[in-house]
């Protein structure tokens, strides 16, 4: 299996949306409502260049399989849209995607990685796990169409 990575795009909305509603198909109750609630979705690039982060994009034959970005916090970084279609979970994805956004982050120096996760996604949970996050602690409700509840992980840096 032959998978590309290369840096988000404001085109990739259509690639990026479909992964997207393809991975939330898999949990109960999960909805992606781009206009109201993701509408970065539709330009990432720009997006994530305004807040002074980046965002990546894992290819299979042209259509896009895996997605990760990230924003400055203090301190760190934020690990925003990690999503890997579930036909090819298990496989590297996560791990090379995350790769990206610690190499990065190393980069600027950071002292810590955080991110949100829903309660819903077990297997994104044991990545972080198993890649040193630390989390589960503190949860968070967004008051979205999803009735989203999330775990807050961290990792500090070397």
């Given at each position: ?16 949306i ?12 999960c ?6 609630e993701?509408?970065?979705?539709r ?16 290819e ?6 895996g ?22 979970r ?8 995350c ?20 309660t ?8 972080y ?12 409700e ?15 840096l070397?």
């Amino acid at each position: 299996m032959t998978i590309d990575y290369r840096r988000g795009r404001d085109d990739d909305a259509e690639g990026l949306i479909t992964l997207i509603e393809k991975c939330y198909a898999g949990y109960e109750g999960c909805v992606l409502d781009v206009d109201n609630e993701e509408p970065q979705l539709r330009h990432i690039k720009t997006y994530f260049e305004g807040l002074g982060g980046e965002f990546w994009v894992a290819e299979k034959e042209g259509n896009v399989v895996g997605c990760i970005g990230y924003k400055p916090v203090e301190g760190g970084v934020e690990i925003k849209h990690l999503y890997v279609d579930g036909d090819i979970r298990r496989q590297g994805l996560g791990t090379t995607l995350c790769d990206l956004v610690e190499e990065a982050a190393v980069k600027r120096k950071c002292e810590k990685i955080v991110l949100w996760t829903d309660t819903r996604f077990h297997e994104a949970h044991s990545l972080y796990e198993r890649r040193g996050f630390v989390g589960k602690t503190e949860t968070r409700e967004l008051h979205d169409l999803s009735k989203s509840v999330e775990y807050y992980y961290e990792k500090t840096l070397p």
